[in-house]
């Protein structure tokens, strides 16, 4: 059963764009909640990360959205460039347990 | 300080055979986690060691195993492979079990026919 789910599967952004990406969680329990960005060929990196006391965390362009009552957060890029272009997974964690990944989004930014 | 890497990058094995894939992790990093990735299930967790022991498993049948050594080097075993195990085997160290950052290495892309 999945318990991260992760929208859109795939995103077109034009440079100077802002890219959202979603994703919804089941279990309450999750304490943490990450973002990784992937490019080919290489494996995930730390992105941004929220805990769920926090609604908003803004780090340049990059900021996570939490909503704790309606079990959901996302991320935003604003000013989008196609360096960023990449997969973005979000994730979450339970207590010291295991990540919990979401499908992932690949994101193009067209120049 | 050099990151995670994973050896060897690439590995074509036949279906029936074996094969262990070996991580070492970032200096000083003593946790490190295994993930499968693939196009249709995505990253799954396989297991996490801390101190040279299993500290967490995920759902992956017994054919999935792993160890860890005393200078926190992790190596993972496949045993009599499926084409189904073709994938992305990712590890990611820690400073400690549970911390919240992991850092990821490049992957061992196996293909398994």
């Known amino acids: 059963q999945q318990q991260v789910k992760q929208s859109p599967q795939s995103l077109i952004v034009q440079k100077g764009g802002i890219s959202i990406i979603n994703c919804a969680y089941e279990?309450?329990?999750?304490?943490?909640f990450p973002w990784y960005q992937q490019f080919p060929g290489k494996g995930p990196a730390l992105l941004i990360a929220i805990r769920p006391d926090v609604s908003e965390k803004k780090e340049g362009r990059f900021t996570i959205s939490f909503n704790k009552s309606a079990k959901q957060f996302s991320l935003h890029i604003m000013d989008s460039q196609p360096g960023d272009s990449a997969t973005y997974f979000c994730a979450a964690r339970r207590s010291a347990r295991q990540l919990t990944f979401g499908s992932g989004t690949q994101l193009t930014v067209l120049p | 300080k050099a990151g995670v890497t994973q050896t060897p990058r690439y590995l074509i094995k036949t279906r029936g055979q074996q094969v262990t894939l070996s991580c070492s992790p970032i200096s000083g990093h003593r946790s490190v986690s295994w993930y499968q990735q693939t196009p249709g299930q995505g990253l799954q967790f396989l297991f996490e060691y801390f101190s040279e022991t299993q500290r967490n498993k995920g759902n992956f049948p017994g054919r999935f195993s792993g160890r860890q050594f005393s200078n926190s080097r992790s190596e993972m075993n496949v045993s009599t492979l499926e084409l189904g195990d073709s994938a992305l085997y990712l590890c990611?160290?820690?400073?400690?079990?549970?911390?919240?950052?992991?850092?990821f290495g490049p992957g061992t892309r196996l293909t398994v026919t």
């Open positions: 279990n309450t329990a999750f304490d943490y």
């Open positions: 990611a160290s820690s400073l400690r079990q549970g911390q919240i950052e992991q850092y």
